[in-house]
Each structure stands twice: as C-alpha cells, then as structure tokens.
C-alpha cells in the first residue's frame, strides 16, 4: 500500500463499483458498459468522498457525527440528475482535483493559492515549521479547487498522468478527451452549489516522493494539501477556528513521519502500521496544539476537531486506510495533549523522535484501553 497519502478524515478505502447504480449490470451481472473512467486496483489515494457517497447510496451502521450530516446534506442537495452525473463520473469529479493537485499543483501558482482560511494556514504551517525540529523548508502548501473541473484540458492532462502512473485503468486519448469534456461541459452548465460542491476537494493530505521509483511521482516535491472543501466542512459544522489548524497539525505530522522514516518502521500489516501511524499523526498535532509554545488551544477543543474527523467508513477495520476507532483516537488525542501538559519548564518542546519513541512504547495502552 502507499504511504505517501493520508487523508485527515477517518474513511475507508472502499472504492465504489461504476455502475452499481445500473439495473443492466444487476440483472445481467455483468459490469454496464461505461466510457468512464475506471479506478485502477491499485490505489494510492484513498478519496474520503468515494467513501462517503457509498455509504450514501447504501447506509451501513458506521456511527454518525457531525460531518456525516454534513456530508448527507451535500448529497441531499443534489438533484437525482446531478447524482446520476456524480455516480457516472465519479472519479473525475471526486479525484481530479486532487490529482491535478498532486501533479500540477505549485506554492507558487495563483490556481493553487490558499483561499479560505489562508492566513490562518499558512501561519500555523510556519508555526510548525518552528515547532519540530526536522528539515521542512522544502513542503509546499497548496489548496485544491474545484474548477479544474469547469476546464477540459486540466482535466485530461490530470486523468492522462493517473493513467500513466497506474492510478486508474489505461484508457486511449480519445476516451481521456471525450470524457473531460464531457465533465467539463456538464459542470459549466451547473449552479454554483454543484460546481463548487465541497464534496469534490473534501480532502487535505500530506505527500512525500521519498523512495518512489515511477519517474513522473519521484520527481514531485513535499507538498502540503488542503482542499476547500474540507474547510467549508468544519465552517459548516461550527469548528472553522479549530479544524483547520488541528487538521493543519496532523497532516504535517506526516511530514515528520516521512522525515523521520517512520513509515519504515512498525507492524507490518497494512491495517496495524496505518492505524499506528494515523494515532501517532494525532497524538502529535494534539501535542502541538495543546502545548504552550504551539497553539495553546483547549485540550477538549482539539480532541473535539479530531474526532470530528470520524465519518463514514469507521467500520472498516480491516481497510489498509483505517486510522483506528474514535475512542483510539481520543485517547491518542489525550495521551498528546498530556504530554505537552507535562511539559517542565512550561516551554520545553521535545525532540520529534523522542515523541515518536514515547507514543510507540505507549501505542498499546492507546489502543486497549487498559
Ligand atoms: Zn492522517
């Protein structure tokens, strides 16, 4: 599994079958012939809203919090013809601008610019530049908007590199052109709620090339991603002062990870070493934004912005993208924001590898209970 992505939201890494919607497929049992794209098996980004929109065209039991009705709300919204379109074309919709993103996507290019809540973001990412002490003047931090999606070009572009780099399945030029501007076409006639619909940037991640081998990934600089619409996310749910900055937090703590080799290290199951290394993630944004010479929030406030972060796809234990049960997490949010507590003096910050080494030695406590 890849280890270059992280996704802050607690979604499983189901893909949704193409198709699954048409009466064909289920009476014939053979898959409905599409031009769509198909994504590839192998994956390497998990795309929270892939999940989401499963679970909102077949309920499971997974708990519900605050960004599921969110999210419910988002595909409520829709007329049954824009989700037919979304269901059709879900990959370009739900992981272009993501992609174009990763490929195309530089700090310095004005597509890519911080919007909503910029300066917030980019002072709390310098803020953690300062904090732990690992080389992090090479990350670049971008926003992903969802225009790419009014625009055909970007769009092909963007499916030609995942198709080049095994992300989905081959596909000719002529089936990548006709689709983009397929999409393109039906999304400039929309309403602004559909075009700019947060479920299609519901995302923010953390991406380091280290020790890839594909020429097109290897050569993509640390970046830092924020997707508008996880921000609209926790605006809407009444945690736009937080979220931002804890989710800021935990995605970089990938970044130290990354630094630091600790994707490298751990259990070797998928499950088990994402889990470890997503409670860890929390474990130190909650160190960070607790401690006096971090953001010095609330302790409750930032377990509260992380454990928002549960959606659906929770139950999904066994995915390679679980990032452990909300009570795991809470108590990895704890276990930070005690350590940052415990601090003495009151403006001692610990070395990043000493936070990595005490939370692994704690992790099982973390994950029983006991
Ligand atoms: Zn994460």
Known sequence: MSRRFRWSLALGAAVLPLGFLAPAATATGAPAPSAAPAQARHTLVEVPAQAALQEAVAPSECSTTLLDGYIDGLFAEMTDEQFAFLVEHQVVLLSVPTYDALFFGTAGDPAYALDSHARQLENTFRDLQRFWDIESDDIQLMAMHSDVLLDAARIARTLEAMVDTGELAPMTDAEIAEEAETVATYMQAQDASFQDNPLWTLNAYAFSAEGETDPLIAALPDKLVFGDGILAAYDAIGLGDVGPRVIMAHEFAHHVQFELGTFDTGPSDPAEATRRTELMADAM????????????????????????????????????????????????????????????????????????EMFDAALPNIISGS
Do not use: M
Request: proline content about 6%; hydrophobic content about 40%.
């Open 285 to 356: 944004a909650s160190y960070y934004a607790t401690h006096k010479k971090g953001l010095a929030l609330n302790a409750k406030r930032v377990s509260d912005a992380l454990l928002s972060f549960y959606t659906v796809g929770d139950c999904s234990f066994a995915s390679p993208g679980h990032h452990g049960t909300p009570l795991q997490r809470e108590r990895a949010a704890d276990w930070g924001a005690d350590l940052a507590a415990a601090a003495r003096p009151r403006s001692t910050v610990l070395p990043a590898a000493t936070v990595i």
